[in-house]
């Protein structure tokens, strides 16, 4: 067993920003980038429940009349930020994932990219991921669809390698569990390098253990 063999900053995997950098929006590009430039900024800086429509219009420097046009709600903005985020997440891992040749080193990359979101965009992904759990969110089907892949690809994942099934249950357990243990962690300010290295190396151990290795 060797543990958290990725290294963060050698295999960075996840874009510094989600859309954009807030040095964009002085670049004028088309409204929608501006609106998701801005959500992904304020929400990062302020959290999701504080933050104001007008709040959003002032920094992308949009008329109310143009953020309606694109979006319907904060909600509905939310959910297409989340979407973009996950979007990241997902290509991010399967890629990763095809780099590697063995179980244990698709678990580990999977990891170390997810791990590496919450380093980045931690407040962020906290918050959106608080407000996809609220029952009704608008976030929740976009969550749904990428827990379903991922534990669709690790199941087969360890099929192929072992020949024993993985239950899927029992991996989106995992999964779900990996994610409530981030948000929780997350009030406690972001995850340092040491921290990410020792919580990869901790949760890689669990995931391999789940499967009765």
């Not at 959003?56 to 979006?71: C, E, G, K, P, W």
């Not at 009704?136 to 690809?153: E, F, I, Y």
Request: aromatic share 4%.
């Amino acid at each position: 067993m060797t543990g958290a063999r990725v290294q963060p900053k050698e295999r960075a995997s996840v874009p510094s920003h989600i859309v954009g950098p807030r040095a964009k929006l002085g670049k004028r590009p088309p409204s929608t980038e501006r609106i998701l430039m801005a959500a992904e900024s304020i929400f990062g800086e302020r959290g999701f429940g504080s933050v104001s429509v007008e709040d959003i219009l002032n920094l992308a420097d949009v008329s109310r009349a143009t953020f309606y046009q694109h979006f319907k709600s904060k909600e509905e903005l939310a959910a297409a930020l989340f979407d973009r985020a996950l979007e990241v997440l997902t290509e991010s891992v399967l890629a990763r994932f095809a780099s590697e040749t063995t179980l244990e080193g698709k678990i580990a990359a999977g990891l170390d990219v997810y791990l590496e979101l919450w380093q980045r965009h931690g407040r962020l992904v906290q918050e959106l991921s608080i407000e996809a759990l609220r029952p009704g969110s608008k976030l929740a089907p976009a969550r749904k669809h990428v827990v379903d892949t991922v534990v669709q690809v690790l199941c087969a994942a360890a099929e192929t390698e072992t020949g024993v099934r993985f239950d899927p249950l029992v991996c989106e357990h995992l999964i779900l569990g990996i994610e409530a243990l981030l948000v929780h962690r997350g009030l406690d300010g972001p995850l340092t390098d040491e921290a990410r290295r020792e919580l990869q190396a901790k949760l890689l151990q669990l995931i391999l253990n789940s499967r009765g290795r």
